[in-house]
Nanobody, 126 residues
Framework: QVQLVESGGGLVQAGGSLRLSCAASGRAFSFVLLTMGWFRQAPGKEREFVAGRTGSNTYYSDSVKGRFTISRDNAKNTVYLQMNSLKPEDTAVYYC???????????????????WGQGTQVTVSS
């Protein structure tokens, strides 16, 4: 089992930046062997993929490409989402997700992930 805890959400003006963190913990797991992802869900909408990282391979949704960056610190068992040039449409609850590593790939569906955090609210004001 892997537990994920997000932090770093908050209220920011349009054009501003936030960095989300997701700390992983659990028994008998190796963080370096996890594929990590970030998703978000706005009120009344489905959960959508934001960014993923498999090994050193990163990938993003078109809506955030060029503005968001996913990174990880394996020594700290933590994955980050740096969000720049934020827009009001980025307002959502952001979730961290993890899945056991199963080779390089593009994991952009929520059903592909086994573990989820509780979410952190990001609100971007116009």
């Amino acid at each position: 089992q892997v537990q994920l805890v997000e932090s770093g959400g908050g209220l920011v003006q349009a054009g501003g930046s936030l960095r989300l963190s997701c700390a992983a913990s659990g028994r008998a797991f190796s963080f370096v062997l996890l594929t990590m992802g970030w998703f978000r869900q706005a009120p009344g909408k489905e959960r959508e993929f934001v960014a993923g990282r498999t090994g050193s391979n990163t990938y993003y949704s078109d809506s955030v490409k060029g503005r968001f960056t996913i990174s990880r610190d394996n020594a700290k068992n933590t994955v980050y989402l740096q969000m720049n040039s934020l827009k009001p449409e980025d307002t959502a609850v952001y979730y961290c997700a993890a899945r056991p590593y199963s080779g390089t790939g593009y994991y952009n569906r929520a059903s592909q992930y086994d573990y989820w955090g509780q979410g952190t609210q990001v609100t971007v004001s116009s």
